[in-house]
């Protein structure tokens, strides 16, 4: 069996490798000269939109699916290997455990090492411990099962995450813990009965990943089950001989097409792994199945700076991130121009030489990977290494009494915690489905409270603003972290599934409606449900940004009308102004930088641009419920400040901090403004 392979990537052989421009084929295991430079190609193809995705690049929103291709590819790599062997009763699990040794850890290693000096010096305690924590779950192939139970509301911005990327790493690695002993049990089996096999798991994962798209988002987009689908698509290819001279040009350049409009068209709030996957997947399959060197596609793919980027895909793929996140720990911004050219260029030097003085030795048998005693040992030294300096993070709690950057200890900086401490409102319990504890989420006595508070996080944010008002009123909390407040309809979340929403909001609202001594109902959220999966009560799904927009406008009309059937009050409060970055850690770490905190305000059209679909939604409902735009009330006409009377006035890139909303509260009289508005008076308050 002829079994065609580039360079070595994905194998982790022994033998030399050849030079970047030089031809190969592996038959019956002896070397040969049937190079697939294409599929190089194609590795550069799918890292170049990753990093260019991650880097916030305009026209790349889609660039996550360059993951998507690379499973594909390396499900079809090493499926190809490990057929090859077992048909010349040459395969020893031993043997490809010592190959993926080979591959894997020595580049990840020297990345791990070499984030730790910036994580020490730069990372706040809280986020060194997380850094910890990805460590060794990055040392132990299971940092997607981390970051997917670090996935909660709260949990730092991914963006500033120098290991997030390591969790493609784990799905591989656990996929293929198995896969080579599964194809060793079935080697009885002919190719067909083993396809058909393979075909049944990939449609029960397709299955799977498209239930999860929209009921457990988190784990879809991290666990294996959800992402098996991918990879035994590149095995499927393997097993298979696709290859038709009339169909392989058309086949091939089609497989092309369909993994750049992926790119192009796909953006953050494409269910990823869906049905929509199967465009990346499948332009993936065509390539490898009908594409080579003498196709249109494979000519494109095979020009010498793919190839040569695809050569160090794996190391420009590990480099990428830290690179990012250190920089925007630093610098408190996202890079853009000439600092992120350099970046750029930075990620693919340093995967040059990772490649030439790593990868490419220890694959070859440099002294200290000559044996396979002598691999193990190295990757036991490599594991060994993430483990204790993660444990030693973690024990550390984050080492607060660390002399930060210009002077004085971490810990010194936030001593009592206000910048970062979540904001639940009036009590932590009250961030639970229905029932909640209605005693610990009123001022007083649930009875005498004469409003509810109904919303999501950017509800229960409001409650230290509404209690430290000058008009004093007694209100109960009823809120859901990411439980958009609509009526009869739902938003898919990544915390939670959209049923769980559904009944929350359905049975707070019944609790609102037959309570006679509620008289307003203040509501407020981040208000961006027309760029999510919007639910109807029976399960209709609406994409159509038209559609959606007239459905939330539907529910808000409806919500008003039985409202005011029952005697009582509707206002909506706006989210604050934000920018997309973390305003809470740019607060605290211009404090850890000594720089002015006055770094951390920012333009007025800088929110304008960020918030334009929840700003075109609040447009509509204000037709229909008096809006309070809090934005016009925490800045002016051009600037808006991260800080109120010295204080953050943000916990994150959105939330109010607990102090920043209690002196807000003190500014504005948010209380009495959402009385006044309620009974058609204009808002009208000054600017902190």
């Known amino acids: 069996m002829t079994i065609f392979l580039q360079n070595w990537k ?30 190089d190609g194609l590795r550069a193809v799918a890292v170049i939109p990753v990093i260019l995705f991650h880097a916030g690049v305009t026209g790349f929103g889609g660039g996550f699916i360059g993951v998507d291709v690379f499973f594909v590819i390396s499900g079809y790599l090493i499926t190809s290997i490990i057929l090859a062997d077992i048909q010349s009763n040459t395969f020893s699990i031993a043997r490809f455990y010592e190959r993926r040794a080979r591959r894997i850890l020595p580049a990840l290693t020297l990345v791990m090492a070499a984030c730790i000096p910036f994580a020490w010096v730069w990372m706040t305690p809280q986020e060194l411990v997380d850094f910890g924590q990805s460590l060794v779950a990055t040392a132990l192939f299971g940092s997607n099962i981390l970051f997917w139970r670090e996935s909660g509301y709260f949990s730092a911005a991914a963006e500033l995450k120098p290991l997030l990327h390591t969790w493609s790493l784990g799905v591989e690695e656990q996929f293929y813990l198995l896969f080579p002993i599964l194809l060793l049990l079935l080697k009885p089996l002919s190719r067909k009965a083993l396809a058909v096999l393979l075909l049944a798991v990939v449609i029960s ?24 689908w991918e990879l035994l698509a590149g095995a499927l290819v393997a097993i298979g001989n696709y290859r038709r001279p009339i169909a392989n040009e058309a086949l091939s350049f089609f497989g092309l097409l369909l993994i750049i409009v992926a790119v192009v068209l796909f953006n953050a709030s494409t269910p990823n792994p869906s049905l929509w996957t199967l465009l990346p997947v499948g332009g993936t399959m065509l390539l490898l199945g009908f594409g080579s060197k003498d196709t249109l596609a494979g000519r494109l793919l095979s020009i010498k700076p793919l190839v040569a980027i695809g050569l160090i895909s794996y190391s420009a793929y590990l480099w990428h991130q830290p690179l990012l996140a250190f920089y925007r720990i630093r ?4 890079p853009e121009g000439p600092a992120l050219i350099a970046i750029l260029a930075a ?13 490419q030795p220890c694959r070859s048998g440099w002294v200290v990977m000559r044996s396979k005693s002598r691999v193990f040992s190295a990757s036991f030294f490599s594991i060994c290494f993430g483990v204790f300096s993660g444990m030693v993070l973690m024990q550390g709690e984050g080492w607060p009494n660390r002399i930060a950057p210009f002077g004085g200890s971490f810990a010194s900086i936030d001593p009592n915690g206000e910048i970062l401490a979540p904001n639940y409102g009036l009590a932590e319990a009250c961030d639970q489905p229905w029932p909640i504890d209605l005693e610990e989420c009123s001022t007083s006595d649930s009875e005498r409270s004469t409003i509810a508070l109904w919303g999501d996080s950017y509800a229960m944010h409001l409650a230290p603003v509404l209690s430290s008002s000058e008009t004093r009123q007694e209100f109960t909390q009823l809120t859901l972290s990411q439980c958009g407040p609509l009526y009869e309809l739902a938003i898919q979340g990544t915390l939670r599934p959209w049923q769980e929403c559904m009944d929350h909001n359905r049975r707070v609202t019944e609790w609102i409606f037959s309570n006679p001594d509620i008289e307003l109902i203040i509501i407020s959220s981040p208000f961006e449900h027309l760029s999510r999966p919007i639910f109807t009560s029976d399960g209709l799904l609406i994409t159509d940004p038209d559609l959606k927009l007239e459905a939330v406008i539907n529910s808000f009309r409806g919500l008003v009308d039985v409202a005011r059937a029952a005697g009582k009050r509707v206002v909506v409060v706006s989210p604050p102004p934000r920018t997309g970055t973390d305003l809470g850690i740019c607060v605290l770490r211009s404090r850890l930088m000594a720089l002015d905190e006055g770094v951390c305000d920012f333009q007025r059209s800088i929110h304008d641009a960020h918030s334009a679909s929840s700003d075109e939604l609040l447009s509509a409902i204000d037709e229909i419920v008096p809006v309070i735009r809090l934005d016009d009330l925490i800045c002016n006409d051009d600037q808006c400040p991260a800080t109120i009377d010295g204080r953050p006035l943000y916990r994150d890139g959105g939330h109010l901090s607990i102090v920043g909303g209690e002196r807000l509260g003190e500014r504005i009289d948010l209380m009495g403004l959402a009385l006044s508005a309620s009974l058609g008076n204009a808002v009208r308050s000054p600017s902190p």
């Open 10 to 39: 994905g194998d982790g052989h022994e033998h030399p490798l050849p030079r970047p421009w030089q031809l190969q084929v592996i038959a019956n295991s002896k070397m040969s000269t049937n190079y697939r430079p294409e599929i």
């Open 205 to 228: 994962s397709i299955a799977l990943a498209q239930w999860a798209s929209a009921n457990a988002v988190s784990a879809n987009f991290y666990l294996l089950p959800t992402r098996i």
């Open 347 to 359: 990620t693919f030097v340093l995967a040059a030489l990772t490649w030439k003085l790593v990868e």
């Open 331 to 334: 610098v408190l911004d996202n």
